[in-house]
Each structure stands twice: as structure tokens, then as C-alpha cells.
């Protein structure tokens, strides 16, 4: 059974950091690459970050490229999202979720399964 169980999120003040984790089961990360995704209330889900199957390979949207840092552990069949420089605007519910269409890796219908999501809250 495919799933995907997203951990980490909290409250943080301004300039504050944050780590979330994403746990696959029922399929390896070396066969599909994963997204995270946020939307914030009345606001569209929009692609944060990605990771390439195989090589790994790492793609920021531009609102968080130099401040969040995407990475996986394969023995643990998990993918993290380090945030750091967190600013009120990244405040937000955080999605990850397996790709299975390449059309546009910030394109929420390239994907299949989604997590819960996890609540990222800055603020002071």
C-alpha cells in the first residue's frame, strides 16, 4: 500500500529553522522522485521543492531557493525538507507527494499520492 506520512511542522518564530520528513512506504525512492508542496489559506498549492529519482537531483521554486534544502535517506525510504530563514509568508499547511507524470515538477496533477500535510506556522 502506498503511502506517504509528512512529520516536522510546528510553530517558529521569524529567522527561525524547521525540518520536515516525509515517510514512503509501499514503494522506493529510487523509482519515483518526490515534491513538496504548501498552500497557505485561499491560496492555490503551489510546488516548493523536488527531488529526482535515481540521481537525487534538487529543484527550488524561487521563493525558497539559498533557505530550504531538499535531501532523502534511502535506507529509511524518506525525503526532508530543511527550512531555514523561515519567513511569515512560508507559513503554510506542507504537503509531499510521489510523481508519476513529468510534465512540470510544480504541477500538482504530475502527481499521485499525497500525505496528510503538516502545519508550518511562523510567527512571532
Known amino acids: 500500500q502506498v503511502q506517504l506520512v509528512e512529520s516536522g511542522g510546528g510553530l517558529v518564530q521569524p529567522g527561525g529553522s524547521l525540518r520536515l520528513s516525509c515517510a514512503a512506504s509501499?514503494?522506493?525512492?529510487?523509482?519515483?522522485?518526490i515534491g513538496w508542496f504548501r498552500q497557505a489559506p485561499g491560496k492555490e498549492r503551489e510546488g516548493v521543492s523536488y527531488?529526482?529519482?535515481?540521481?537525487?537531483?534538487?529543484y527550488y521554486a524561487d521563493s525558497v531557493k539559498d533557505r530550504f534544502t531538499i535531501s532523502r535517506d534511502n535506507a529509511k525510504n524518506t525525503v526532508y525538507l530543511q527550512m531555514n530563514s523561515l519567513k511569515a509568508e512560508d507559513t503554510a499547511v506542507y504537503y509531499c507527494?510521489?510523481?508519476?507524470?513529468?510534465?512540470?515538477?510544480?504541477?500538482?496533477?504530475?502527481?499521485?499520492?499525497w500525505g496528510q500535510g503538516t502545519q508550518v506556522t511562523v510567527s512571532s
Open positions: 507527494a510521489r510523481r508519476t507524470k513529468f510534465t512540470n515538477w510544480k504541477s500538482p496533477s504530475d502527481y499521485d499520492r
Open positions: 509501499g514503494f522506493s525512492l529510487d523509482s519515483h522522485g
Open positions: 527531488i529526482t529519482r535515481n540521481l537525487g537531483s534538487p
